[in-house]
Each structure stands twice: as C-alpha cells, then as structure tokens.
C-alpha cells in the first residue's frame, strides 16, 4: 500500500478554454450562468445619436428665444425712430393753436410740402377734402414727445 501512495498523481485536465474562464465572473461582459441578469453592451452611436439630437434642441430653442428678443428690440427701436421723426416735423408744422398735453391731434403735409397739425381727422373734413396728406394721428405726452397712435396707410416716414 504505500507503494499506491507513491505513485504519481494524475493532473487534472480542464476541458473548458482557460480564456473563457475567470476567477471574478462579476467583472464579465456578459451573464456567466443561466441565472445572470441579461446584460447588453450599450450602441454608443445611439447613445451619442441621442445626446446630440437633444443638444441641437435646446439651442435652437435659446437661439429662437434669443432672436425673438432681437425682434423686439428692433420693433421698439423702429417705433422709438418714428416718434423722432414725427415730433421733428410736429414742431416744424403750423399749428394755429397750442397742443395740450394727452390730447389727440393729426399732422398731415400740404401741397407746398409744409406740414400743419390739426385738431381735425381725416374722416371729419366733409366736404372740403383738402389736398393734404395724412401724415399721422398722435398725442402729446408729458415729455412734450408725440406718441403716434395712427399712421398713414401710404405713408414711409423716412420719407416725409
């Protein structure tokens, strides 16, 4: 019996690849046993599809907020320029009379190319129907400035 115990051991022979064997199974790629939660390797392209389809959203979406707001300030800024030009030619017209403060009043422009303000509007002349132009109908405000409350339909204040 002790020439049994003398005898070279067999080795043990694996029959499974030692590349697909691993002593920590948790750090695997993939589900190692039948009871493994399903793992799945994320498509990175859809994953980046994705963060930049949101991205291009959002800017677009500031990039319209940013222009509306440009919009806004050109549209005050073509009705500040307006109010300048009518207040110039306001006080460069005849005017028989002394504007009041918060009153209405309509400017229009003569055939001699001279401008007069009115108290009177455009559809109050009757019979009359002088030759003028309407200019405009504003009002005078505190800061003796004319905020023009109508413009006329074929009329570029540029121009006049």
Known sequence: MAEKDKEPKETFYNPIDPDKITENPHNLPYAHHVGSGLVKPEDQGKLKG?????????????????YQQMQLLADQAKKLQD???????????????????????????????????????????????????????????????WEVLEKGETIDLEDI
Not at 50 to 66: F, K
Not at 97 to 107: D, Q, R, V
């Open 50 to 66: 994705r963060a930049l389809n949101a991205m291009e959203h959002q800017t677009d979406m500031q990039l319209d907020q940013i």
């Open 83 to 145: 109010r300048k030009l009518i207040s110039e030619r306001i006080y460069m017209a005849e005017m028989r009379f002394e504007p009041l403060i918060n009153h209405t009043y309509h400017l229009y422009k003569k055939d001699t190319g001279k401008f007069l303000l009115s108290l009177i509007a455009p559809s109050q002349w009757g019979r009359s129907k002088n030759n003028f132009i309407f200019i405009a109908t504003v009002k005078l405000l505190a800061d003796h400035t």
